[in-house]
Antibody, heavy 125, light 106 residues
Framework: EVQLVESGGDLVQPGGSLRLSCASS????????MNWVRQAPGKGLEWISH????????YYADSVEGRFTIFRDTATSSLHLQMNSLRAEDTAVYYC??????????????????WGQGTLVTVSS | IQMTQSPSPLSASVGDRVTITCQAS??????VNWYQQKPGKAPQLLIF???NSAAGVPSRFSGGGSGTDFTLTIAGLQPEDIATYYC?????????FGPGTKVDFK
């Protein structure tokens, strides 16, 4: 089955750290760009990070730049998000999301066609 | 690139033709996508690249537009269409979303 399954969400104190993981299955993980999108309680969707498939180039939203690190493990077909210096405003459901399909340096489509179920991160004392 | 949506919320009746508009702050060519999110669930892709339906999406959903102005139309609202709809631009990072349009019944 083609799917993404997140894990690692938890209650953490402000200033703390957390690592989210996303296990993929049913598709060639190494051929896809990947993203993290979050949704604060009762709010809309916020894209926060992207990693390419070929050269692992990374991008971050200004709101998390310098605090979050996205990385991927091709051997285990998994995506991760290391979150440091967490703030109350980072409280959200975090979604692992599949992006462009890239083959031989050519990428096709840039929409988000596969989403995980989400994992809840709560930052509170 | 900023994305705005209207109206929000949107109240309609079963069978109504419903149109949601999305405006980009600059030309995003044909790189606009639409997502549906039902309460407590992850978003799902509805439409990609303005007017292409994702797999399994009912034919009553259609997208249109170009440049900076885009629409999502539901031709005959069904009870299972009650959800929040988001547009997104994917021409350039950051891939920004609109604020969402919540669709409910009158």
């Amino acid at each position: 089955e083609v799917q993404l399954v997140e894990s690692g969400g938890d209650l953490v104190q402000p200033g703390g750290s957390l690592r989210l993981s996303c296990a993929s299955s049913g598709f060639s993980f190494s051929e896809y760009e990947m993203n993290w999108v979050r949704q604060a309680p009762g709010k809309g969707l916020e894209w926060i990070s992207h990693i390419s498939s070929v050269d692992t180039t990374v991008y971050y939203a200004d709101s998390v730049e310098g605090r979050f690190t996205i990385f991927r493990d091709t051997a285990t077909s998994s995506l991760h998000l290391q979150m440091n210096s967490l703030r109350a405003e980072d409280t959200a459901v975090y979604y692992c999301v599949r992006g462009s399909h890239c083959v031989y340096g050519n990428c096709f489509r840039r929409d988000f066609d596969l989403w995980g179920q989400g994992t809840l991160v709560t930052v509170s004392s | 690139i900023q994305m705005t949506q209207s109206p929000s919320p949107l109240s309609a009746s079963v069978g109504d033709r419903v149109t949601i508009t999305c405006q980009a702050s600059q030309d995003v060519t044909n790189s606009v996508n639409w997502y549906q999110q039902k309460p407590g669930k992850a978003p799902q892709l509805l439409i990609f690249d303005v007017s292409n339906s994702a797999a399994g999406v009912p034919s009553r959903f259609s997208g249109g537009g170009s440049g900076t102005d885009f629409t999502l139309t539901i031709a005959g609202l069904q009870p299972e269409d009650i959800a929040t709809y988001y547009c997104q631009q994917s021409v350039d990072l950051p891939f920004t979303f609109g604020p969402g349009t919540k669709v409910d019944f009158k």
